[in-house]
């Protein structure tokens, strides 16, 4: 079996470029940004009611967790304000006009998947690597979205620590290494939460040994919205009902069974950073604060990343105030630039792009 993975390996390796230049070739940038958020005093308790129960290829039991937050949705106590890192997403792009898309804008960080069932290393990041590039990397199991994870947890050590060893000569160019993405997605396709916690242990504890940081999958950012709203009391709780969509018809219980099941599932697993997705429909209520510290905070984790953020209308403006409202808010914060399809993400123009 490992001479087979192995063999495949360098064929997927040699043949990378060739393999997906029809589909996503994510990009993200490098750049601190020039100034950062003042700090806003309030405060934040967390009582949780329940304690996870130990297991590993079974389901977890749905259960209820309150994580109230004690303030409107504007004065949420965050952490220190941070230096924001602003990088790119473009979909279905050459690996040409990425770069010339990156180069325009002075981003030197590219976002770029791998798919550790299939490799343990990729041309296109060597190729970026050796040219100068930051790479943050998504590691994935299976290549796109299939409900499931691995559960070979012996081939997934073994495909790990290939991974890191070969990256470990550039990891002072690779920020950050994130563990699947969306994993409320994949769930909802049928994957399941104790198999998605340990390939993220195993992931986080060989990327340690190699003194790599690790994010995990990011929560998508309507489930964020909606679980938001369960820890806001008060004002807090009507203002952000009335600027984000929280759906309490809409089998609204199994949203919170599922986010404080994750979040407790994941407080002792010791990853680096709380990744968030978030995006914008057509207005920005400045809620990204209050949503990420809350969600941080509730998986037990000091800091915050955001590998996909972006808008869905076509407006300079409403880019603008998202770039505001997660700047000093997040580590790392990755614009994703789409196709302008309906109801997704716009394609970013160059004046969006110099606001990163």
Known sequence: MASAVKIFDEIFYLNEEYIHQLFLIPTIKLLQSLYSMLNRKASLYAVLIFMLTACTKQDIAPVIQTIRVTSVSTEITKSPSVQTVFGLIEKQSTTEQTRADMDGAGIKLIRIPIYLSQT?????????????????INANWNYGADGSFPTDTNLLKSQADAF???????????????VENEWDYEVSLGGKL???FTELSIITSVGHKYGFKIADAGIRSSTLGRWTYSQLTGDAQTQWLNCYYVGLSADYNSVLNLVNTYAVGVQKINFDYSNVHWYNASKCSNGFATASQAFMKACNKKQVVCNEFGVYTNAYNLFNATVNEITGNANYAIAYSGLGEPNKAIKLTSSMLDLL
Do not use: A, E, N
């Not at 890191?164 to 994130?178: D, E, N």
């Open 120 to 136: 343990s290393k990729s041309k296109t990041i060597d190729d970026y690597l050796s040219s100068g590039y930051s790479v943050q």
């Open 164 to 178: 890191f060893k070969y990256y470990s000569v550039y990891k002072t160019q690779i920020p950050f290494v994130v």
């Open 194 to 196: 104790p198999d998605y």
